[in-house]
């Protein structure tokens, strides 16, 4: 058992109080191995942001849980290393039982998502209250999650969104305790959010998706004012880096995102934290396919990696800085 504070983490309980009076998004990146983890630090460290580092249920089978609280360890020592001790949470995504939540809790989070959205309502407020009971005996803050998002959400997957029912966000706030609430707006998991037939395109032929529901937004804002809400699905799906993989070899079909100024836009309300995740994934695999095809007789694994570390680096670095507008709040 040890405890997130011992590591040097924080929870988020403090970030999102200033978050949301200055009207910024704190960055949630999520990480599976060292590049990652170093493009993620370096670029909050010389944004001067706050930052939660992220992983997921699959993250931590892959990784292995041991080494990644050892690396959230690094990740405290290595920022303080480059020169500035930023707050950093380390944070379990989409937490799908109490057992995986306490686990965590008891192997150095600072903060958990369970996400019962899945589940009957009812069912769903007792797991969240469940896991906020034992959390907070810890310290540990707690996302809950109502709505359900299309697309895959972990192991699950959804054909169509179900909105977040603005009726229901008082009652599970004050029922589950829990200290930030996941909704449903019209966000998705993955590269493919939308279908290109949802979409209209602009005087320049570019896709442009149906808007986020900023009316449902403003409806949960009012029942529950002052209270952090958490966005997933955030990722923009840069058709920059899209073109860089299909045009080295890739095949991404039909990948849209959230238009970038609409989560700005997001940012200045009660949203509190941003889920990215893909547009991370397509910034490495854009630069290690175009050293793949440059480079054909390169083998050393640094000689990719490299690249890509630099390119979801300089992608952090924009999202905090025009994105979500954390830079310099740490
Ligand atoms: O919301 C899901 C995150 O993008 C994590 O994805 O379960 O493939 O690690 P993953
Ligand atoms: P994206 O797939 O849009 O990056 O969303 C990530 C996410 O919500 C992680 O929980
Ligand atoms: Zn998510």
Redesign the pocket.
Known sequence: MVSYKELGLVNSKEIFAKAFAGKYAIP?F?FNNMEQMQAIIQACVESSSPVIL?V?SGARKYANQTLLRYMAQGAVEYAKELGKNIPIVLHL??GDSFELCKSCIDMGFSSVMIDGSHLPYEENVALTRKVVEYAHAHDVTVEGELGVLAGVEDEVSAEHHTYTEPDQVEDFVKKTGVDSLAISIG?????N?FKPEQCTRNAQGVLVPPPLRFDILKEIEKRIPGFPIVL????SVPQDLVAIINSNGGALKDAI??PEEQLREAATSAVCKI??????RLAMTAAVREVFATKPAEFDPRKYLGPARESLKALYIHKVTNVLGSAGKA
């Open positions: 949630a999520n992220q997921s995504d989409h966000t998705s998991h993955g590269a959010k997933h699905g955030a990722s995102g959230i889920n990215i995740d893909s547009d991370g």
